[in-house]
């Protein structure tokens, strides 16, 4: 289930309101009220967290082949290698 990022809704003073995230299914509506103080809010739209390129937890050898991924390495001369997974061994675009 996703998580949403929502912020309470202050009177005209200028004071950013408390910020706050819940756990909901996509399918749920939108929180209208703060669950514990009933005060109202809004759901700020945040970006999705995703993995960084150099994560090597998500984007190990292993884990890519586990998953069923091809890695491929560019090579010197514009060509590309292949260092785990299914598929050719190399691509080249001569």
């Known amino acids: ?7 309470v809704i202050l ?3 200028g004071e950013p309101g408390q910020v706050f995230e819940v756990v909901q299914k996509m ?3 939108p929180l209208t009220h ?7 809010v ?17 984007l190990s050898d292993d884990n890519l082949k586990r998953t069923g991924f091809t890695k491929y ?4 001369d514009g060509s590309y290698e292949k260092t ?3 598929g050719p061994d190399s691509i080249s675009a001569k």
């Open 11 to 13: 009177d005209d003073d």
């Open 27 to 29: 399918s749920d509506p």
């Open 1 to 7: 289930m996703p998580t949403y990022v929502y912020e």
């Open 34 to 40: 703060h669950p514990t103080t009933g005060q109202p």
């Open 42 to 58: 809004r759901r700020i739209i945040q970006a999705p967290h995703l993995a960084k390129a150099g994560s090597s937890a998500v």
């Open 84 to 86: 785990v997974g299914k």
């Open 73 to 76: 390495i560019k090579t010197g």
